[in-house]
């Protein structure tokens, strides 16, 4: 079945450090790939997506691009701050029945010191 | 705007209670979801709905079950609470013609079972 995998955490950084979340998946067919970020309390939010291979997504400093051949959609930011201290999803979607399903990876704790 | 809403927040239960987690959306999503997060895990689905009166099991559904009667309310129910089933629960919803839609999630319900 489908699966993703990623980096293992905690992740503690310094301000201003470079930020690299490995995430790794397989699936059949051409998913469509997603990084979601849950602050403290609250739920996940997407963070950035890409739909085919290639793509590179990208949303507040934070990038990650679809290579299809690596089966691979690693999450960078050039500049980490305290407020991207937060837990990372990498997920894929794919046709599930009726319904599209996502399969989310386990999450990435990041901790960024100031 | 209210988004996807999940009540309670927080709620303790003794093993062989039942309660009902409730969801509701204000966008019009035809398609929701219950999932559950356990520590150090991804979020494993537990059932979805692609529109009222239309229900499907997920990965996880054993010890639970749904009902969509409509479009904006998608209940999680537990018969006979068990040690297992403590997790935090989310209830997520999206649009279903395009496949690159992401899904919007509500906060969450914690539950503890003793």
């Known amino acids: 079945g489908d699966s993703v995998t990623q980096m293992e955490g905690p992740v503690t950084l310094s301000e201003e450090a470079f930020l690299t979340i490995n995430c790794t998946y397989t699936a059949t067919g051409y998913p469509s790939l997603f990084w979601y970020v849950q602050y403290p309390g609250e739920g996940l939010q997407l963070l950035l997506k890409a739909t085919k291979a290639d793509d590179k997504g990208s949303n507040k400093g934070f990038e990650a691009t679809y290579r299809k051949e690596t089966t691979s959609f690693h999450l960078e930011k050039g500049s980490v701050q305290v407020s991207d201290s937060a837990v990372y999803f990498c997920?894929?979607?794919?046709?599930?029945?009726?319904?599209?399903?996502?399969?989310f990876g386990s999450g990435t704790q990041l901790t960024v010191l100031p | 705007n209210a988004g996807v809403t999940q009540t309670p927040k927080f709620r303790i239960l003794k093993i062989g209670q039942s309660m009902t987690l409730q969801c509701t959306q204000d966008m019009n999503h035809n398609y929701m979801y219950w999932y559950r997060q356990d520590p150090g895990m991804g979020l494993k689905l537990i059932y979805y709905?692609?529109?009222?009166?239309?229900?499907d099991k997920g990965e996880v559904p054993n010890g639970y079950n749904v009902s969509r009667s409509t479009t904006e309310d998608f209940p999680l129910r537990l018969e006979l609470a068990a040690p297992s089933q403590t997790s935090v629960y989310f209830c997520?919803?999206?649009?279903?013609?395009?496949?690159?839609?992401?899904?919007?999630f509500g906060d969450g319900t914690r539950l503890s079972i003793l």
């Open positions: 709905s692609v529109g009222a009166g239309i229900t």
């Open positions: 997520a919803s999206s649009y279903p013609r395009d496949k690159n839609q992401p899904q919007h």
């Open positions: 997920a894929l979607s794919t046709p599930s029945g009726s319904a599209r399903q996502l399969t």
